[in-house]
T-cell receptor, first 110, second 119 residues
């Protein structure tokens, strides 16, 4: 079992819709959770972090965490073509290096 | 410089040769990480340096891989006797991680990567 699992996609949504990206993790001791965005041919960049159960909103982005279900998600409201990228879920479990999922490719259709 | 700098950006080598990849982190960042990313895959952790502590080498795939960080700044990742399966983009990242502060570990600033192709 992979430590951090994501559906590879592609997830295709029309412009203006809500995109929902999901991630599950195996280590119950995980403490910090992150979403990185990676455009094709570019390096990842941090877009959201979440540390406690519930929702965290930042602009059009909302991260959701449910530690009991070992589940973290990212919602993108009013999706734009510029949001088309691969979204990587990353987790720390008290170790100091992030463990990344394999990413979900999002395509926003104009 | 303003960001994490990696060199070379592209490296093509023959199977069996040694390669060195260099990373110059953001000034003042105490933590430095090496990951690799194969085509269409996620990031695979290789090694992590934090200040003067012993590095976390748990992700190195074989003893052909080694890394050092001199003076708490520049790092070099060395791959000996390269194999075709070593072909990937090698990403370096740095952060302001302070040991013990878990929440500080999340914001990694990545370089543009070194694309290694082993023929």
């Amino acid at each position: 079992q992979k430590e951090v699992e994501q559906n590879s996609g592609p997830l295709s949504v029309p412009e203006g819709a809500i995109a929902s990206l999901n991630c599950t993790y195996s280590d119950r001791g995980s403490q910090s959770f992150f979403w990185y965005r990676q455009y094709s041919g570019k390096s990842p960049e941090l877009i959201m972090s979440i540390y406690s159960n519930g929702d965290k909103e930042d602009g059009r982005f909302t991260a959701q965490l449910n530690k009991a279900s070992q589940y973290v998600s990212l919602l993108i409201r009013d999706s734009q073509p510029s949001d088309s990228a691969t979204y990587l879920c990353a987790v720390t479990a008290g170790r100091r290096a992030l463990t990344f999922g394999s990413g979900t490719r999002l395509q926003v259709q104009p | 410089g303003a960001g994490v700098s990696q060199s070379p950006s592209n490296k093509v080598t023959e199977k069996g040769k040694d390669v060195e990849l260099r990373c110059d982190p953001i000034s003042g960042h105490t933590a430095l990480y090496w990951y690799r990313q194969s085509l269409g895959q996620g990031l695979e952790f290789l090694i992590y340096f934090q200040g003067n502590s012993a590095p976390d080498k748990s992700g190195l795939p074989s003893d052909r891989f080694s890394a050092e960080r001199t003076g708490g700044s520049v790092s070099t990742l060395t791959i000996q006797r390269t194999q075709q399966e070593d072909s990937a983009v090698y990403l370096c990242a740095s952060s302001l991680n302070r040991a013990g502060l878990v929440m500080a570990t999340g914001e990694l600033f990545f370089g543009e990567g070194s694309r290694l192709t082993v023929l």
